[in-house]
């Protein structure tokens, strides 16, 4: 249990990585990774300002590679990681995809798919939250802080 949690944090970290290229570039700081059979197959960060689209979240961006990359438009044996809970959008995608795992690191109490009563994704979609919650939400604190000065 130890080992797989530290995989989802190195795993999570590399998801950073991807918000930060956001946040870098203006964008509300998301990152995602799609692994499959332990391999990273796709990485995505937020671009709905850089390419003017409010569909081009990271999760959308990566799930969108992961298919291409694969050659199928289910994603049942892989996982998603992305540093904030995804929206409805998201997750309605996600359960199209049928995806085998979802981690998130921070929660979305506003916008999160969470809140919505009933559940969104597949129901064999695999769900963990909380994974480095710690880092993924200073990341968007800081960002909104620096928006709102």
Known sequence: M???????????????????????????????????????????????EQLTDVTAHAEMIAVTSAANYLGAKYLNECSL?????????CAS???????GHLIYGASDQKQGFTSIPGGVLHPKTQLIGGILEPECSDLLRKFFELRRK
């Open 81 to 89: 990681y992305v540093t904030l809970e995804p929206c409805l959008m």
């Open 93 to 99: 995608a996600l359960k199209w995809a049928q995806l």
């Open 2 to 48: 130890l080992e797989t949690y530290k995989v989802h944090e190195q795993m999570m970290k590399k998801a950073l990585q991807e918000a930060e290229y956001a946040f870098e570039r203006e964008e509300v700081p998301v990152g995602a990774i799609v692994v499959c059979r332990g391999q990273i197959i796709a990485k995505a960060y937020n671009q709905v």
